[in-house]
């Protein structure tokens, strides 16, 4: 079954408690489809009145935050053993090339790794926990945790029911052509962010270049 036809069966309250609830545990390091689940409950709140997109557009957003400062408080106590634990829990998320990728990230943007990380699949998991395992300061977390979290999950809110309530509109008049429109756009993104993830995965996983010998 389908997630939206899924999230149709369900009352208004348990939606908004499911999306905080997969986001939160999704930031603080389970990789669970987070993304996925908002924006299918959003485009259903602009097919069914019951849903409240202001309330779960703020369900989506302390979801976020809190669970990314979950996942900073364990990586700050567990470590880099942490790490090593969700590699074997986790393989495909959690591999060391990913690890690598997601250090390099922090080490060179900081404490934007946190605000922007929450646009990245990859990131939004490591986020909270690296932060922590890399003793960045609480407050830094904080600020860039809030407002990332703010704009990730309200602004997807925002923008997937005001797409949503704009399609159904238009659909109505155009259903055929629309659709092909749909599923062809969904198509191509879907390629694009594939073949951005496993050049990312690819750079992160080749070994560094070995030095050249200057000759005396």
């Known amino acids: 079954?389908?997630?939206?036809?899924?999230?149709?069966?369900?009352?208004?309250?348990?939606?908004?408690?499911?999306?905080?609830?997969?986001?939160?545990?999704?930031?603080?390091?389970?990789?669970?489809?987070?993304?996925?689940?908002?924006?299918?409950?959003?485009?259903?709140?602009?097919?069914?009145?019951?849903?409240?997109?202001?309330?779960?557009?703020?369900?989506?957003?302390?979801?976020?935050?809190?669970?990314?400062?979950?996942?900073?408080?364990?990586?700050r106590k567990g470590g880099r053993p942490l790490l090593v634990w969700l590699g074997k829990k986790f393989p495909k998320h959690f591999s060391e090339g990913n690890i690598a990728l997601a250090e390099r990230s922090f080490e060179k943007w900081g404490m934007w790794a946190v605000f922007f990380g929450r646009f990245v699949a990859l990131l939004r998991i490591f986020a909270g926990p690296?932060?922590?395992?890399?003793?960045?300061?609480?407050?830094?977390?904080?600020?860039?945790?809030v407002f990332g979290g703010i704009l990730w999950a309200g602004g997807t809110t925002a923008v997937i029911y005001s797409v949503g309530v704009v399609a159904e509109a238009w659909l109505k008049r155009f259903s055929w052509l629309g659709l092909v429109l749909a599923v062809v756009i969904g198509l191509a993104s879907m390629l694009i962010l594939k073949n951005r993830a496993k050049k990312a995965a690819a750079e992160a996983e080749a070994p560094a270049a070995e030095p050249v010998p200057v000759a005396d």
């Open 1 to 75: 079954m389908h997630v939206q036809e899924w999230l149709e069966t369900i009352p208004a309250v348990a939606i908004y408690a499911l999306v905080g609830v997969v986001i939160g545990l999704e930031s603080l390091g389970i990789p669970l489809p987070g993304e996925i689940v908002l924006v299918s409950s959003a485009l259903l709140a602009s097919q069914h009145g019951d849903i409240n997109p202001y309330v779960l557009g703020a369900c989506a957003t302390a979801g976020a935050i809190i669970g990314d400062s979950i996942g900073y408080a364990i990586g």
């Open 130 to 145: 690296l932060a922590g395992v890399l003793r960045m300061p609480y407050w830094k977390f904080l600020i860039a945790n």
